[in-house]
């Protein structure tokens, strides 16, 4: 059963990089089909797609991010990661990675909070 | 606001059915086979219910069954178990521009 667990700061400054890690387990990062997608929901409003990785490296990015976003996938470490740059209060949310099967996604991390904040 | 539109709540007695509907257009839910549901208990990771509208992953209770007509998904739930109880939220390809749409969740209450 493959298993994603996202980790990194939960509290980033305005303005800065939001930088976060997605561990993969239970299967290889670098095999298959898959896409490697990162979704992000703030409190109390619904999900958002920001984009995603296949594993050649190609990458799709939601048009309202996509000047703020970088998706990269590490194979060795079986890791993949979003930056998302100058952030704002806006940008507070709790962040999602999943595997996407095709197109939709199928497994999910259970999410970790992010806040932008001074 | 999000982009598909599902009811805030919905709510049943055990052993009833239920059906939550998950509206979009032409350019998501209603032009491609593409349509996902999750069932999300907070602070767990979402779990898949349903794919391509209407097929159940491996392990997930045939109670769970999915359906679209033109612009609208639903998930319906029969044999309503108090283990149903959690949020749900539909998904759908978006076309090669926008890529994944989500709803805004629907809160499923067995009473």
């Known amino acids: 059963q493959v298993q994603l667990q996202e980790s990194g700061p939960g509290l980033v400054k305005p303005s800065q990089t939001l930088s976060l890690t997605c561990t993969v387990s239970?299967?290889?990062?670098?095999?298959?089909?898959?896409?490697w997608s990162w979704i992000r929901q703030p409190a109390g409003k619904g999900l958002e797609w920001i984009g995603r990785?296949?594993?050649?490296?190609?990458?799709n990015y939601n048009p309202s991010l996509q000047s703020r976003v970088t998706i990269s996938v590490d194979t060795p470490k079986n890791q993949f990661s979003l930056k998302l740059s100058s952030v704002t209060a806006a940008d507070t949310a709790v962040y999602f990675c999943?595997?996407?099967?095709?197109?939709?996604?199928?497994?999910w991390g259970q999410g970790t909070l992010v806040t932008v904040s001074s | 606001q999000s982009a598909l539109t599902q009811p805030a709540s919905v709510s049943g007695s055990p052993g009833q059915s239920i059906t939550i509907s998950c509206t979009g257009t032409?350019?998501?839910?209603?032009?491609?086979?593409?349509v996902a549901w999750y069932q999300h208990h907070p602070g767990k990771a979402p779990k898949i219910m349903i794919f391509?509208?209407?097929k159940r992953p491996s392990g997930v209770s045939n109670r769970f069954s999915g359906s679209k007509s033109g612009n609208t998904a639903s998930l319906t739930i029969s044999g309503l178990q108090a283990e149903d109880e959690a949020d749900y939220f539909c998904c759908s390809y978006a076309g090669s521009r926008s890529f994944v749409v989500f709803g805004g969740g629907t809160e499923l209450t067995v009473l």
């Open positions: 999943a595997r996407a099967d095709t197109v939709l996604p199928d497994y």
């Open positions: 990785i296949s594993t050649s490296g190609s990458t």
């Open positions: 391509d509208v209407n």
């Open positions: 032409s350019s998501d839910v209603g032009g491609y086979n593409y």
């Open positions: 239970g299967g290889s990062i670098g095999s298959g089909r898959y896409y």
